[in-house]
């Protein structure tokens, strides 16, 4: 019996590795579930190498818009229509209003473009794909995603060795959500500072 159990276990794993899904077939799974989403909303953390942790929500339209909403620290938007970013904080009510070109078409299908995977371990709630490519601003990138390949977590590791990670939840996809409501419209009392990442 216990040779006859031992034999069962062999096949169950001899099987499941012929299942398996490369780091390569994971990456591209993954590509293409975040491609085929038009719009996804929900609620969004995250949490920096020094312990510091963002919270709120967020509203995202393929292929470059997205509304965070902040809960914690509160009163703080970031809102990019693909043509402009505004970064707006109530409590200084200062927005920053950045030029960001002809916008970034791809979201996070395209930010993961041209890595190395390296591992793709499946567990009872997804995947866990690992990324490397040592010319790129962020050199590792880990992605954790369900088992339909949708999204949780991202931790993006940069050159100095610091990581932050991105968890999302509550997720909503297919959500109808006019264009006009990722261009943003600060109160009008605010202090505008145009493009301040171009000022040397």
């Known amino acids: 019996m216990k040779k006859l159990f031992s034999i069962m276990v062999l096949v169950l794993i001899f099987i499941s590795s012929l299942f398996a899904l490369t780091g390569e077939e994971a990456i591209i799974r993954f590509q ?4 085929s989403i038009n719009t996804l909303s929900g609620n969004v953390s995250w949490t920096t190498s020094n312990g510091f942790t963002y919270t709120g929500t967020f509203k995202y339209k393929t292929p470059d818009k997205l509304y965070i909403n ?7 938007a970031i809102v990019t229509n693909g043509k402009k970013l505004w970064v707006y904080d109530k409590s200084s009510n200062i927005c920053g209003v950045q030029d960001v070109g002809d916008g970034y078409s791809g979201g996070i299908a395209s930010i993961v473009s041209g890595y190395n995977a390296l591992l793709a371990a499946q567990g009872t709630g997804g995947y866990t794909i690992k990324l490397r490519n040592f010319e790129k601003a962020y050199p590792e990138i880990v992605i954790v995603a ?6 949780k977590k991202l931790i993006l590791k940069d050159k100095q060795g610091d990581s932050t990670t991105y968890t999302i939840s509550n997720l909503i996809a297919g959500e109808n959500i006019p264009n006009g409501y990722f261009d943003f419209k600060p109160p009008t009392s605010a202090q505008s500072v145009k493009n301040p990442l171009n000022i040397q």
């Open 32 to 35: 293409q579930r975040m491609r």
């Open 146 to 151: 369900d088992s339909n390949f949708l999204l």
């Open 70 to 76: 902040l809960t914690a620290p509160g009163g703080k």
